[in-house]
């Protein structure tokens, strides 16, 4: 796809508009958080990324959202992964950690993938397998006395084995990758009692893709989307965002992402300080409903590559 192609289809997508999601409370919704830095850790949305980078690749981030509303959630990722020897298989390790009110809920998976090479290019086929675990103390909420009949557990958990796949395409200029997080679902049976199903139906399916465009060495720009859907909605879309990145000397990149589905506005910034480690940060600006009451989201995120085998004149930027 020429230069062209990619700065229509990035200006194309901008002015989509989709309705937000409504709430499915026909099971148990594992939550799948919403992050901004997904940009700069695929592993974190799709287990085909993992050994793509070439190296030992470590990744840890902190999401503050919501700030300004009490007891907001507060998400910390960490993904670890690295190519075997023959580049051909990449193991990984993805875990995320958020804390929201009197709720915790954290989610470790192991993650395999197996790579394709082409001339140019290569294509990513992964699997991960692992857990979500959630637990919600109600002794913590104000002015429940106890026994209490509305909440006669004082501590409920839940622990949900999981598995989830992904392909993922890359080449020097394009990049596209689809993922399902989950095969499978949950349903209350009663108190902490859970029956665990499977259902093509309830999918969820995020998809994304983007491109780089080089307009002088020290000069590129990177558009890029992500789209998350859930087939077991009515309205479908969970989250929609339209990203773009200048790459200033491959030492700076300063871009801008527009969520359609919650009508936020992300800043992002990321510095290279040398050819393994990488600090970001992002602000997610409120522009629809959240406005008056929150001061929006920030998110750090620090990634590290041990022994990295990229130079100043092939740098990786998918």
């Known amino acids: 796809m020429g230069r062209t192609a990619l700065l229509i289809l990035f200006l194309t997508l901008i002015h989509i508009r989709l309705p937000s999601q409504a709430p499915d409370s026909g099971r148990i919704i594992l939550g799948y958080p919403v992050y901004s830095q997904y940009l700069h850790n695929g592993l ?12 030992l690749n470590a990744t840890l981030s902190y999401r503050m959202q919501w700030m300004g509303i009490a007891d907001a959630p507060r998400l910390q990722t960490f993904s670890l992964h690295t190519p075997l020897k023959n580049d051909k298989v990449g193991l990984g390790l993805e875990a995320r950690f958020m804390q929201y009110g009197i709720s915790r809920s954290s989610n470790v998976y ?52 999981n598995a989830g796949a992904g392909v993922y ?16 679902f949950y349903r209350s049976s009663g108190g902490s009692s859970t029956q665990a199903y499977h259902s093509f139906s309830e ?23 992500l789209l998350d859907l859930s087939m077991h909605d009515a309205e479908m879309i969970n989250q929609l965002d339209i990203n773009g990145n200048i790459i200033i000397s491959d030492l700076l990149w300063v871009g ?40 929006g989201s920030t998110e750090f995120i620090l990634r590290y590559e041990f022994g990295s085998k990229v130079s100043a004149s092939n740098p990786r930027y998918f």
Request: net charge neutral.
């Open 44 to 55: 974190m949305i799709n287990p085909a990324y993992a050994g793509t980078r070439g190296s």
């Open 110 to 161: 192991a993650v395999y993938a197996y790579h394709i090479r082409f001339a140019k290019s290569r294509l990513s086929f992964g699997l991960k397998a692992g857990a979500d675990i959630s637990n919600t103390d109600y002794t913590g909420l104000l002015g429940v006395s106890r026994p209490d009949p509305v909440f006669p557990e004082e501590v409920v958990s839940y622990v949900f084995p």
């Open 169 to 184: 395409y890359s080449s020097d200029h394009l990049f596209a990758g689809l993922s399902v997080p989950a095969f499978l």
């Open 203 to 225: 999918y969820d399916i995020i998809f994304s893709a983007g491109g780089l465009i080089t307009f002088s060495p020290d000069f590129k720009f990177k558009p890029s989307m």
């Open 256 to 295: 801008a992402s527009w969520r359609t589905t919650e009508q936020v506005f992300v800043a992002h910034l990321q510095v290279n300080l040398g050819q393994q480690l990488m600090i970001g940060f992002s602000y997610d600006y409120p522009a629809g409903r959240l406005t008056n009451y929150s001061k």
